[in-house]
């Protein structure tokens, strides 16, 4: 009985998704919009975006109920169905989307911070070690069990929903429509490949706010009911989906898109000033601040536990599997926050800190997304579910659209890291017992090494920049 009380039930599943969800691109996502689309293709990215996402996490409640076995989720569903090598790299990329994500947050964190203590700001030296604190506190956090975060994620996330209630609400009182209509499809008369490529400029910030749905699915083994796991994904997932296009859509009634491109992070305090003045920025400062320290708790809980069980399935290093007595996994907690420490640093060096790293953690998680959804496809056709079968197909097709929307140079920068994870893929090999690789794998792990040798000479020759 103790130990069931130990376990997430269905409130703390859904803010958990929720939680991980609803972070810092929230509160940036107008402006992130903006810089490339008009509000028509917004509107059009939006429908692609929903009906994507919607899918694939039709597929991660689909394959939750019908492979409770599957406790890893995304990466439990690759090598499931595609065997070890794309069961290694669902959890690598996922890995490397989480705490590249967290890097995201600790930037912007100090940006909100950095609205009442002029001290910090996007990138600099004082906002590097400010994170580098938060970080470890994060770290210490967990470290007492994850049952104690995951009730502060609780709290956390139902606090940070009141400042952007209160935006959605004031915007819709204030919103104009002939600011809306300003250059509804970009600069110019209607132009059906214009509008497709502002589109697809969208993806990668859509793909990032939206980067969290399967967090249930992930502490999957760690839920009180197991069907409560795909209910939580369904219902965080079409609550945050209302929020992001209502904040979107909103702020173009507000501000033309020229405006909204220029606004500083986070753009939702400025669009907000905008209509009620400086106290409006406060408040939304201040909810970004509580959102982003939710979000970290969330993301960090996530970016240990994956590893972690990806380790006692034979996928990763055993080094990831050790436990503290708080049941907590400590050494894949340690690695994850000296890598995130580690590449804080290159905050120092990058043009535009907080865009570079959810750009990279969008596109570190694209296999493993597409593999879910590749899987829901396989599964359902082995149990002749057509309607199953269709959901699947369609979240696929968006996963191969992600691929090509994210564009080249974050695909050869994500594939560096995906190279450097064949070396952890062959230790673990060997600790199971395998010698070689398979040659589909030797295939693809060439492929990998290649495109990293692209991004690096294209980085020395400035062609791709961070």
Known sequence: MAEKEKKLGLISLIALVVGSMIGGGAFNIATD???GAGAGAVVIGWIITGIGMVTLGLSFQNLTIKRPDLEGGVFSYAKAGFGNYW????????WLSAWLGNIAFLTLLFSGIGYFIPLFSEGNIASIIGASIILWLMHFLILQGVQSAALVNLVVTIAKLIPIILFIIITIFAFKMDTFSVDFWGKGPFKLSDVLSQSKSTMLVTLWVFIGIEGAVVLSSRARNKNDVGKATIIGLLSTLVI???ISLLSYGILTQSDLAKLKSPSMAFVLKEVVGPWGAAVVNLGLIISLLGALLGWTLLAAELPYLASKD??????????????APVNSLIITNILVQIFLLTLLVSEKPYQFAYSLASSAILIPYLFSALYQVKYSSQQKDPKQIVIGIIASIYGIWLLYAAGLSYLVLTAVLYAVGILVYRYAQKE???????PTELVWTIIFIILAIIAIIMLATGKITT
């Open 314 to 327: 034979g996928v990763l290093p055993k080094l990831f599997s050790k436990e503290n007595k708080n049941k």
């Open 33 to 35: 919009m903006a810089s």
């Open 244 to 246: 992001y296009v209502l």
């Open 87 to 94: 069961g290694f790299n669902s959890a690598w990329g996922y």
């Open 432 to 438: 199971n017992g395998e010698k070689t690789f398979k």
